[in-house]
């Protein structure tokens, strides 16, 4: 067992069993997708109404093939859950998992950048 509060020993061998100074590549992906997936929710929010007023317009449309005219109609429970849950799946798939897989990617770059010995002696 070796005190802690000596001073650095000069032997090539301390050197090249000393422990790495980072993290493990995955812990800084996840971290990185973690803020990248809450930096997305400030985009994600207003678009899942909007999409969710897309789906609407879709489903409150009901098409009458004997006139040829489509008629307004009111939205149903399930027509509601329907909507909102396409919403948010097509927000999560199309805002949020791009923008946290990229910045899961760029925070592991990071970390490797800072974990590189730019002066080897």
């Known amino acids: 067992?070796?005190?802690?509060?000596?001073?650095?020993?000069d032997d090539l061998t301390d050197?090249?069993?000393?422990?790495?100074?980072?993290?493990?590549?995955?812990?800084?992906?996840?971290?990185?997708?973690?803020?990248?997936a809450l930096w997305s929710l400030i985009v994600a929010i207003p678009t899942v109404f909007?999409?969710?007023?897309?789906y609407a317009i879709g489903c409150s449309m009901k098409f009458n093939p004997v006139t040829q005219t489509s008629t307004r109609v009111d939205?149903?429970?399930?027509?509601?859950?329907?909507c909102t849950i396409a919403a948010i799946i097509t927000t999560a798939t199309a805002v949020t998992l791009p923008c946290a897989f990229v910045a899961g990617f760029v925070n592991l770059t990071r970390a490797r950048k800072h974990s590189v010995d730019l002066n080897p002696s």
């Not at 067992?1 to 650095?8: F, I, K, L, R």
């Open 1 to 9: 067992m070796t005190n802690p509060y000596d001073p650095p020993n």
């Open 15 to 36: 050197r090249t069993n000393a422990a790495p100074n980072h993290r493990q590549p995955l812990a800084n992906y996840i971290i990185g997708f973690r803020n990248g």
């Open 50 to 54: 909007a999409i969710f007023g897309e």
């Open 75 to 82: 939205l149903t429970m399930s027509d509601v859950w329907y």
